[in-house]
């Protein structure tokens, strides 16, 4: 991976914004959404940036202080960057903050037409348990929820 992790601020949102638009162009969050969570002390997110410093992806774990269960809220990698290993990065540094929080369990919901990111979820310890018919509108893709209990 040739690409750095730090947390994310709130001038960071137009490229956050810009990448969650193309990444997930007919379900994408709304702006407003997205800076609800940056702001959020519940919330933890992280972006990755190239040599430039240029955002190329991000991940929002949400994990009240206190609370033994957390969600991941998503994680994007821009299109050319996808497949080396920066997803994972994200994902690994999200969980480790989820455990510096004491959770136990984590979950998440993942598009059932995505079986690359169940992939890279499985490869973390994350299993399925249920599916929620249509979950992501318009496309009526079905979400795939899994979890993982950290040690």
Same mark, same amino acid.
């Given at each position: 991976?040739?690409?750095?992790?730090?947390?994310?601020?709130?001038?960071?949102?137009?490229?956050?914004?810009? /990448?969650?638009?193309?990444?997930?162009?007919?379900?994408?969050?709304?702006?407003?959404?997205?800076?609800?969570?940056?702001?959020?002390?519940?919330?933890?997110?992280?972006?990755? /940036?190239?040599?430039?410093?240029?955002?190329?992806?991000?991940?929002? /774990?949400?994990?009240?202080?206190?609370?033994? @269960?957390?969600?991941?809220?998503?994680?994007?990698?821009?299109?050319?960057?996808?497949?080396?290993?920066?997803?994972?990065?994200?994902?690994?540094?999200?969980?480790?903050?989820?455990?510096?929080?004491?959770?136990?369990?984590?979950?998440?919901?993942?598009?059932? @037409?995505?079986?690359?990111?169940?992939?890279?979820?499985?490869?973390?310890?994350?299993?399925?348990?249920?599916?929620?018919?249509?979950?992501?509108?318009?496309?009526?893709?079905?979400?795939?929820?899994?979890?993982?209990?950290?040690?």
């Amino acid at each position: 991976m040739t690409a750095r992790l730090r947390r994310a601020t709130a001038t960071d949102l137009d490229a956050i914004d810009t /990448l969650e638009q193309v990444t997930f162009p007919t379900d994408a969050w709304s702006r407003q959404m997205l800076a609800e969570e940056l702001a959020s002390p519940h919330g933890y997110y992280l972006v990755a /940036l190239d040599d430039g410093d240029a955002v190329i992806g991000y991940a929002g /774990l949400r994990a009240p202080h206190g609370a033994t @269960d957390a969600d991941v809220q998503t994680i994007a990698v821009s299109a050319e960057r996808r497949r080396q290993g920066i997803g994972a990065a994200l994902l690994d540094a999200l969980l480790t903050e989820a455990r510096t929080r004491g959770v136990r369990d984590v979950f998440l919901e993942v598009r059932a @037409d995505n079986p690359g990111a169940e992939s890279l979820y499985a490869s973390r310890g994350f299993e399925r348990i249920g599916i929620r018919p249509r979950y992501y509108q318009p496309d009526d893709v079905d979400a795939v929820i899994m979890t993982a209990v950290l040690s």
